[in-house]
DNA sequence: GCACTGACTAGGG
DNA sequence: ACCCTAGCCAGTG
Protein backbone atom coordinates (compact mmCIF):
# COMPACT_ATOMS: atom_id res chain seq x y z
CA UNK A 1 0.00 0.00 0.00
CA UNK A 2 0.95 3.20 -0.75
CA UNK A 3 0.06 5.29 2.64
CA UNK A 4 3.19 4.98 4.00
CA UNK A 5 4.25 8.73 2.27
CA UNK A 6 0.66 9.97 1.96
CA UNK A 7 0.30 11.48 4.92
CA UNK A 8 2.68 13.79 4.00
CA UNK A 9 0.45 15.10 1.24
CA UNK A 10 -2.87 14.68 4.02
CA UNK A 11 -0.49 16.82 6.45
CA UNK A 12 0.44 19.61 3.65
CA UNK A 13 -3.71 19.87 2.62
CA UNK A 14 -4.64 20.55 6.29
CA UNK A 15 -2.03 23.11 6.29
CA UNK A 16 -3.70 24.83 3.38
CA UNK A 17 -6.53 24.66 4.79
CA UNK A 18 -5.46 26.95 7.49
CA UNK A 19 -6.94 30.61 7.52
CA UNK A 20 -4.68 33.69 7.23
CA UNK A 21 -4.44 34.85 10.34
CA UNK A 22 -4.42 31.77 12.45
CA UNK A 23 -2.76 28.81 13.38
CA UNK A 24 -2.38 25.51 14.80
CA UNK A 25 -0.03 22.77 16.15
CA UNK A 26 1.73 19.55 15.35
CA UNK A 27 -0.06 17.46 17.58
CA UNK A 28 -3.66 19.04 16.06
CA UNK A 29 -2.93 17.95 12.88
CA UNK A 30 -1.71 14.36 13.38
CA UNK A 31 -4.86 13.91 15.62
CA UNK A 32 -6.82 15.11 13.04
CA UNK A 33 -5.58 12.77 10.58
CA UNK A 34 -5.20 10.12 13.17
CA UNK A 35 -2.12 9.50 12.03
CA UNK A 36 -0.03 6.42 14.05
CA UNK A 37 2.50 9.12 14.02
CA UNK A 38 2.91 11.25 15.98
CA UNK A 39 3.53 15.18 15.84
CA UNK A 40 7.37 14.42 15.40
CA UNK A 41 6.17 12.98 12.15
CA UNK A 42 3.83 16.01 11.08
CA UNK A 43 7.12 17.96 12.04
CA UNK A 44 8.89 15.86 9.49
CA UNK A 45 6.14 16.29 7.17
CA UNK A 46 7.16 20.27 6.84
CA UNK A 47 10.46 19.01 6.34
CA UNK A 48 9.75 18.46 3.15
CA UNK A 49 7.08 21.12 2.49
CA UNK A 50 10.10 23.12 0.57
CA UNK A 51 8.75 21.56 -2.44
CA UNK A 52 5.29 22.66 -1.91
CA UNK A 53 5.43 26.89 -2.25
CA UNK A 54 2.14 27.01 -1.30
CA UNK A 55 2.00 25.41 2.20
CA UNK A 56 1.82 27.47 4.51
CA UNK A 57 4.52 26.46 7.24
CA UNK A 58 4.73 29.44 9.39
CA UNK A 59 0.80 29.21 10.56
CA UNK A 60 1.96 25.51 12.23
CA UNK A 61 3.40 26.33 15.64
CA UNK A 62 4.14 23.92 18.73
CA UNK A 63 1.34 23.38 21.31
CA UNK A 64 2.15 26.56 23.62
CA UNK A 65 2.03 28.46 20.46
CA UNK A 66 5.86 28.79 20.52
CA UNK A 67 7.42 29.19 16.44
CA UNK A 68 9.95 26.26 17.55
CA UNK A 69 10.20 25.83 13.13
CA UNK A 70 11.68 29.72 12.00
CA UNK A 71 14.48 28.84 12.15
CA UNK A 72 13.68 26.53 8.85
CA UNK A 73 12.45 29.47 7.04
CA UNK A 74 16.10 30.90 6.12
CA UNK A 75 16.20 33.73 8.43
CA UNK A 76 15.45 33.27 11.73
CA UNK A 77 12.55 36.22 11.51
CA UNK A 78 10.85 35.18 8.77
CA UNK A 79 8.26 33.00 10.11
CA UNK A 80 7.04 35.69 12.59
CA UNK A 81 7.13 38.18 9.77
CA UNK A 82 5.23 36.52 7.72
CA UNK A 83 2.26 35.55 10.73
CA UNK A 84 2.54 39.59 12.06
CA UNK A 85 1.93 40.49 8.21
CA UNK A 86 -1.29 38.12 8.35
CA UNK A 87 -2.27 39.84 11.88
CA UNK A 88 -1.02 37.20 14.16
CA UNK A 89 0.80 39.02 16.89
CA UNK A 90 4.29 37.35 17.58
CA UNK A 91 6.55 38.55 20.66
CA UNK A 92 9.31 36.52 22.29
CA UNK A 93 8.78 33.70 19.33
CA UNK A 94 6.10 33.61 20.98
CA UNK A 95 2.29 33.40 19.34
CA UNK A 96 0.28 36.67 21.39
CA UNK A 97 -2.90 35.01 22.76
CA UNK A 98 -2.29 32.02 21.28
CA UNK A 99 -5.68 30.16 22.77
CA UNK A 100 -7.40 32.85 20.15
CA UNK A 101 -5.44 32.46 17.18
CA UNK A 102 -5.56 28.68 17.54
CA UNK A 103 -7.54 27.27 14.29
CA UNK A 104 -8.99 23.39 15.50
CA UNK A 105 -9.41 21.79 12.23
CA UNK A 106 -11.75 19.31 14.30
CA UNK A 107 -13.56 22.38 14.91
CA UNK A 108 -13.63 24.84 12.24
CA UNK A 109 -13.81 22.02 9.38
CA UNK A 110 -16.44 20.20 11.38
CA UNK A 111 -15.96 17.21 10.49
C1' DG B 1 21.40 -3.59 12.97
C1' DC B 2 22.03 -0.31 16.91
C1' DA B 3 22.01 4.43 18.63
C1' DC B 4 21.13 9.14 18.25
C1' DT B 5 18.45 12.98 16.62
C1' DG B 6 14.38 15.78 15.74
C1' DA B 7 9.64 21.86 13.01
C1' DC B 8 6.31 17.27 19.30
C1' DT B 9 3.44 16.29 23.58
C1' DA B 10 1.90 14.93 28.06
C1' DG B 11 2.85 13.68 32.54
C1' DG B 12 5.49 13.44 36.81
C1' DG B 13 8.89 15.22 40.30
C1' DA C 1 6.50 27.34 37.90
C1' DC C 2 10.58 24.69 36.16
C1' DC C 3 13.23 20.44 34.80
C1' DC C 4 13.24 15.78 33.42
C1' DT C 5 11.40 11.46 31.34
C1' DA C 6 9.01 8.63 28.46
C1' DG C 7 6.41 7.67 24.16
C1' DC C 8 6.22 8.42 19.32
C1' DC C 9 8.08 7.33 14.02
C1' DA C 10 11.41 8.17 10.15
C1' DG C 11 16.06 9.35 8.67
C1' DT C 12 21.02 9.18 9.30
C1' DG C 13 25.80 7.58 10.85
Known amino acids: MPE ?35 ARMVGWAMNGCHNRPDIPAHRVVNSIGVLTGKHFFGEPNVMQRLLEDEGVRVENDRVVDFKTMFWDPMIELAI
Not at 20 to 38: D, E
Open 4 to 38: QRDYFEEVYEVVRLIPKGRVTTYGTIAKYLSLRAG
